[in-house]
């Protein structure tokens, strides 16, 4: 685990918000020189603290009107499966997140979608018919907000 | 609306944000010039929104993330506004999503280790409003996360 200070965590606020602000305007605002700014982004950039950059994409304006989580309860278990299921479903392309979790389910998904009937589509073509796949809950997201987190 | 070019634009920049303008535009065999005005189209279109960068949180020390489905009291007309905005008070939530379907509201939440989540749970968690039922699922491993849309 990384030290890190306040300014590290004001940097690192600010281009969780904007990631496209060069070294010397980050600088400025916390009083700060661009060679010293830049050092620190690259040694949190180094310590994995930053591990990279997300396009802030307008998704209905690009047609992608419907973002569906789906919990998935596998029927099979054991390593064997559990590798299948994960390559298969990564490879779909409209599967945007895997994660693995314990609980009421084994899997947490998330897909985009143009819409309900093209959600159906993937639900029923691509990841009902997944290696082992039992149990799928799923929930229409309405609204989502990320927060910036404890750094403060 | 957006055509052939625009979408490979931004195929190619989700899968590496950073990228400068000239090295995309070498990639898609396109000059510099008609990348830059694509992109400032797209800007003022509202398509692209800009770029934030992806913390990991582990390597900030916090180790334990848990994804909690909270059912509200919809008795309550309020019930989702007052919710989700004493949930914004809480440092240690990351993520705020809304559903239609069994599932009301999701919190994502980090915390330093399982003490660390106990005491953000019951001190901060348990005294949302409105909660009529939670369950929780703790998070083990991202196996697929580039958020990508299939343009």
Known sequence: MMDTDDIDHQLLRALALDASQSAGALGRKFGLSQPATWRRIKRLTEAGVIVGRRLDLDREKLGFGVTVFLGIKLATKGRVSLDDFERAVSAIPEVQTVEHVLGMYDYRLRVTARDIADFERVLRRRVMTLPGVGDVEANVLLSEERRPGPLG | ?151
């Open chain 2, 1 to 151: 609306m957006l055509d052939d070019l625009d979408r490979r634009i931004l195929r190619h920049l989700q899968s590496d944000p950073a990228q400068s303008i000239p090295d995309l535009g070498d990639r898609l065999g396109v000059s510099t010039s008609r990348v830059t005005r694509r992109l400032d189209k797209l800007r003022d279109n509202g398509v692209l929104r800009g770029q934030q960068a992806v913390i990991n949180w582990r390597a900030l020390g916090y180790a334990v993330e848990v994804s909690l489905r909270v059912t509200l009291d919809k008795t309550q007309s309020r019930a989702f506004d007052e919710f989700i905005a004493a949930a914004r008070d809480i440092p240690e939530v990351l993520e705020i999503q809304t559903f239609l379907g069994r599932v009301d509201v999701r919190l994502s939440v980090i915390a330093r280790d399982m003490a660390h989540y106990q005491q953000i749970y019951r001190a901060g968690i348990l005294t949302l409003p409105h909660i009529a039922d939670i369950e929780a699922l703790m998070h083990v491993a991202r196996i697929k996360s580039d958020e990508g849309l299939p343009l």
